[in-house]
């Protein structure tokens, strides 16, 4: 099949499927892009902190979001990076410790996330 009739048959479908088929296509694409160039995943991996820029822009959101549990404040940022190829597990896992430093959130003893007023 040739790049010209996949537009074609690309076209016939619907904006969603659109939506859907654009961002599979980036995840692959990242996927194959990880896997050719293991050395820059490594690199990006040793960050000991995440960008000062995607923890306010976390923190800006989860505050509108408020989850209520961890859990779905993991998922709530799973859903933030969705269209830039997705977010590790790893690399949420630094985040929500970010914000936990940084007290734009706060876990009390029964496991409830909660938000200072700011």
């Known amino acids: 099949m040739t790049y010209d009739d996949l537009t074609k048959g690309i076209e016939q479908l619907t904006y969603r499927d659109k939506f859907r088929l654009a961002q599979l296509l980036i995840q692959l694409a990242r996927k194959e892009e990880e896997e050719q160039n293991p050395q820059r995943r490594q690199t990006t991996e040793a ?33 933030m990076f969705q269209f830039q190829g997705g977010i590790s597990d790893g690399d949420k896992e630094k985040i929500f410790a970010e914000l936990k430093r940084q007290r734009h959130i706060h876990v009390g003893v029964d496991g409830r996330v909660q938000y200072p007023e700011i």
């Open 47 to 79: 960050k000991p902190k995440p960008d000062p820029e995607v923890v306010q822009y976390v923190a800006d959101r989860l505050r509108k979001l408020k989850p209520s549990k961890k859990e779905a404040v993991f998922n709530s940022i799973g859903a």
